[in-house]
């Protein structure tokens, strides 16, 4: 294989998590400051282009939620680089009490017809519930508008990950985790496969482990129960080399409700 083509785009150290488009010319990233911001970087020019989008608790009727949305963390591109999938830790008031909660949101992040960055709005993918938080969402690699992603019941004390599809109401669940123990799912190339870390599910050391879960062709349903890939292991990736078909179908609408 070629040696890596590495180049440094800022020694500041102030960056949290990233996420990097599949086609590698768009870059997001938080930092460290716990801001309402995500920042985007186009490197498909002769000089480096950058973008501050605000992060904000959308409103169903196009609004904005003031001083709710606190900071972003995951994040994952659409196939088209067009979108970008994320979670966003809130706070609102209630009573004179601070109450925080985890929720997924859709970024307008880059308009490939006008060749530039998107309008910045964002919508929401599910209507909070309380007492749930949802995080750590996935593209499918595949499918535009599937993804996967971990969510917390404080009611049951019980973990789980999901997968939706943006073009449905409801998710699929793939698996059942502790409680506080996400599983940073991640879809595999071929969408068939979904990996995820997790406390041991049948007994064993307490040491998270990597498992796979099989997907029928929809890549939502699963096709067996969960399965031990990579012992003593956490966050995993697929990568995978060849060309990807972007010309699919976009997403027009989101679901309303979420069921677990």
């Known amino acids: 294989p070629s040696a890596p083509n590495e180049q440094v785009l800022d020694t500041s150290a102030v960056w949290g998590s990233v996420a990097l488009s599949r086609d590698k010319r768009l870059i997001a990233l938080t930092t460290y400051a716990a801001e309402p911001a995500i920042y985007l970087f186009d490197l498909g020019g002769p000089v480096v282009l950058g973008k501050q989008f605000e992060i904000y608790a959308p409103t169903y009727s196009g609004g904005k939620m003031s001083d709710v949305a606190q900071f972003a963390d995951a994040m994952d591109f659409s196939a088209d680089g067009e979108r ?17 909660y985890w929720e997924i949101n859709l970024l307008e992040a880059w308009d490939k017809a006008g060749n530039t960055f998107g309008s910045g709005a964002i919508y929401r993918i599910f209507p909070q519930e309380t007492g749930y938080d949802l995080g750590n969402p996935s593209f499918a690699r595949t499918k535009q508008t599937v993804f996967a992603f971990d969510v917390s019941d404080s009611y049951s004390l019980t973990g789980y990950v999901l997968a939706s599809d943006l073009l449905k109401d409801g998710a699929s669940l793939i698996a059942e985790l502790p409680y506080n123990s996400p599983g940073y799912p991640n879809y595999r190339g071929d969408d068939r496969v979904i990996s995820f870390a997790a406390t041991p599910l049948h007994g064993g050391n307490g040491v998270d482990s990597v498992y796979n879960v099989t997907l029928a062709a929809d890549a939502l349903t699963p096709a067996g129960p969960p399965a031990g890939f990579i012992p003593s292991a956490m966050f995993p990736i697929w990568y995978r080399n060849g060309v990807r078909p972007t010309g699919v179908a976009q997403p027009s609408v989101v679901p309303t409700s979420l069921q677990l």
């Open 84 to 100: 970008l999938l994320f979670d966003t830790y809130n706070e609102v008031d209630i009573a004179g009490e601070k109450i925080g």
